[in-house]
């Protein structure tokens, strides 16, 4: 496998996004709806599952567009080609506040695994695939279920976060525990189950749910601050009730602290 050779620069902080540059007849694969912009000679093209080129054929296609399908994404990528005899450049965008990660595969062995809907965009010739969980607890808790992404081959992907991002370096026999939600990837050698936070005290009372996560080196393991679902959870508890008004920040004013407060539909 010969992935495209492309370059990038990733600029903001907390809402970033990656340009990438294209040499002539270069390709990078990325989610949809994750396009930001791009130059005038850059060509886009819907394409089934990841374009890798492993596909052979209709069968193959349909096979790895069935992959993304239980991976919760969508059927269909979009490639981006540059039809320039000069470099050009195109820009994805992060889905929420975060970072996003330049994944190396060669540093990684050729292979690395993360949370389903962390892939952003990778070069051409990258397979974006999916790993099974070969332990019960792992799938039935882990917060992923029995399915995770795996990115695979010998070029450059890009995975985005939620918050601030920690890169952990695990020596052999060295464990992290981890919240499930806030496990980002691991490279392929790291061992990943599930244990059970026990004590009645811990699981009734602690808010912090039943499991967490173990991982074990050697590898690096990525972990966000602020999931999506932890992000979405919080916005939801916050929204206005039928038929009754927002949750206020402990005002004694009720309805009229909220007129008083400005522009509250948000």
């Known amino acids: 496998m010969q992935a495209h050779e492309i370059d ?3 600029y903001g902080e907390e809402m970033q996004y990656v340009e990438i540059e294209l040499d002539p007849q270069e390709i990078v ?3 949809a709806g994750s396009f930001m912009m791009m130059d005038n000679n850059i060509q886009m ?3 089934f599952g990841d374009g890798s080129g492993q596909e052979n054929g209709l069968f193959g296609k349909l096979l790895s567009a069935g992959k993304r399908v239980l991976t919760g994404e969508s059927l269909f990528m979009t490639a981006f080609i540059n039809q320039n005899n000069t470099k050009s450049k195109v820009s994805f965008a992060s889905p929420y506040p975060g970072k996003i990660i330049p994944i190396d595969l060669t540093q990684f062995g050729g292979k690395f695994i993360c949370q389903k809907d962390s892939f952003l965009c990778a070069a051409k010739g990258v397979s974006v695939g999916i790993e099974f969980s070969k332990k019960l607890g792992r799938g039935l808790f882990g917060g992923e279920g029995f399915i995770m992404q795996k990115i695979e081959g010998d070029g450059l992907a890009f995975v985005h976060t939620g918050g601030t991002l920690a890169k952990k370096e695990l020596a052999a026999g060295e464990i992290l525990k981890v919240d499930t939600g806030c496990i980002v990837g ?4 790291v061992d ?3 244990e059970f936070i026990g004590g009645i005290k811990n699981s009734i009372f602690g808010g912090e749910g039943l499991f967490y996560a173990t991982l074990c080196g050697p590898g690096t393991v990525y972990v966000q601050s602020l999931p999506f679902s932890r992000l979405a959870d919080r916005i939801i508890a916050s929204a206005p009730r039928a038929g009754g008004n927002s949750r206020d920040e402990g005002s004694l004013l009720g309805g009229l602290g909220s007129l008083l407060d400005g522009d509250r539909r948000f």
């Open 186 to 189: 691991f490279t392929k050698d």
């Open 45 to 47: 093209e819907t394409i």
């Open 8 to 10: 990038y620069h990733i």
């Open 29 to 31: 694969i990325a989610e």
């Open 192 to 194: 990943y189950d599930i």
